[in-house]
C-alpha cells in the first residue's frame, strides 16, 4: 500500500522538473523574426495582349505562361465573342 503514494510522488516530482526546465518560446515576440528582403530585377515579357512579368532565370516558363495565355485568349474570345480593347 505504500507503494502507490510513493510512485505518485516520484511522478509528480519528475512532472514538475521537466515543465519547469522547458524555456519560453521566444518566436512568439514580435518582430524577432524578420524578413529578409532581396533586391531583384525583374522583366517583361509583352505578347499581343499580356504583359507577363518575370524573373530572370525564369524566362523560359514566362514565355510558356505568354503562348498559353495567348491561346486560352483566342479560344475564349471566340466563344464568348468579347475581345480587349
Known sequence: ???IPRV???FSATA???LGSTAPARAQYFGRNA???EHQQFEVLKTQHFDVYYY???RQAAE???RMAERWYTR???ILGHEFK
Open 8 to 10: 505518485l510522488a516520484v
Open 1 to 3: 500500500m505504500r507503494l
Open 56 to 58: 530572370a532565370e525564369g
Open 76 to 78: 475564349l474570345s471566340r
Open 35 to 37: 524578413v529578409q528582403w
Open 64 to 66: 510558356q505562361a505568354g
Open 16 to 18: 514538475v522538473a521537466v
